[in-house]
């Protein structure tokens, strides 16, 4: 691989470790100083599976900026999730419904 190629993969890798870096923000905390639970489960699974994507903020890619979802549409945003859409994949037989149903609250509530 001569030179030139070699930087241009070092620079990619750089870029892409770049943009993924960062943590999604936190769960907020209730006023008696707990965590919702659920939210918890969003926040791990968009730690895991969405943030190399998305960004630690859902705003990475202006083709899936998860800032703007509309919570209104929880059951599209379900099916996106389960089956996946265009670039997106399906998580339905990755994630269980409860880790699905997190993510999309967190998605929503938090991001």
């Not at 930087?7 to 008696?32: M, Y």
């Amino acid at each position: 691989m001569s030179v030139r190629k070699v930087a241009s993969v070092v620079i990619a890798i750089a870029l892409t470790g770049a943009a993924c870096a960062g943590s999604p923000p936190e769960v907020p905390v209730r006023a008696d100083g707990t965590t919702d639970p659920e939210l918890q489960i969003g926040r791990d699974v968009y730690t895991e599976h969405c943030k190399s994507c998305h960004g630690a903020n859902g705003d990475r890619r202006s083709d899936s900026d998860l800032t703007t979802l509309d919570s209104d549409d929880i059951d599209s945003l379900v099916d996106i999730v389960a089956d996946g859409l265009r670039r997106m994949p399906a998580y339905s037989s990755i994630l269980t419904d409860e880790q699905i149903d997190g993510v999309i609250r967190y998605s929503t509530e938090v991001l």
